[in-house]
């Protein structure tokens, strides 16, 4: 069974940082490209970076373009999102998502808040 | 970037159809992703590839796609499918595009 589970989530005050990880399981990750989607209360799906299988190649959304850095360590089969000078609108539930051809397959997300 | 664009909220009556549509550009390239969401839930692929249906999804789901359009068709909506739907591509660069969500509501 494909598991996908995100941890790291909390509290953060405006400016401060958080690494989110996600713990992958049941497929061979290192075969697969992964994301981050995030999803604000109340809001819709944004995606917000994706890495290559070996970790060679990344890109970001424009909104978290230099205060994110995303990384995979393969042996480890664990996914992650380095989240630096936080804001408010980052508040979100961040998923972890695996692409097969082009679809995405989710885990159960987990919850960023950036507040004083 | 690309964008895809939705309508905001769609309603249905019981057992009657409803038709969700998704505009974009990457949509001429690529093949749409639908999704569906239920309250405090992760969201789950219910057309993926433009028409195909993954195993355990109802066939009342189906989609198409025209030019720059994609469409999510519910055959007899049931009071479960009601739900925020979201279409999905990829676009040259690997990166993912959503659109902004449609919410369905059966009455």
């Known amino acids: 069974e494909v598991q996908l589970v995100e941890s790291g989530g909390g509290l953060v005050q405006p400016g401060g940082s958080l690494r989110l990880s996600c713990a992958a399981s049941?497929?061979?990750?290192?075969?697969?490209?992964m994301h981050w989607v995030r999803q604000a209360p109340g809001k819709g799906l944004v995606w917000v970076s994706r890495?290559?299988?070996?970790?060679?190649?990344?890109s970001y959304a424009d909104s978290v373009e230099g205060r994110v850095t995303i990384s995979r360590d393969n042996a480890k089969n664990t996914l992650y999102l380095q989240m630096n000078s936080l804001r408010a609108e980052d508040t979100a539930v961040y998923y972890c998502t695996r692409d097969i051809a082009a679809t995405l397959e989710w885990g159960q997300g987990t919850l960023v808040t950036v507040s004083s | 970037s690309s964008e895809l664009t939705q309508d905001p909220a769609v309603s249905v009556a019981l057992g009657q159809t409803v038709r969700i549509t998704c505009q974009g550009d990457?949509?001429?390239?690529?093949?749409a992703n639908w999704y569906q969401q239920k309250p405090g839930q992760a969201p789950v692929v219910v057309i993926y590839g433009k028409t195909n249906r993954p195993s355990g999804i109802p066939d009342r789901f189906s989609g198409s796609s025209s030019g720059n359009t994609a469409s999510l068709t519910i055959t007899g909506a049931q009071a479960e499918d009601e739900a925020d739907y979201y279409c999905?591509?990829?676009?040259?660069?690997?990166?993912?595009?959503f659109g902004g969500g449609t919410k369905v509501t059966v009455l």
């Open positions: 049941g497929f061979t990750f290192s075969h697969y490209w």
């Open positions: 990457s949509l001429r390239n690529y093949y």
């Open positions: 999905n591509s990829r676009d040259r660069s690997g990166n993912h595009v």
């Open positions: 890495i290559n299988n070996d970790g060679s190649s990344t």
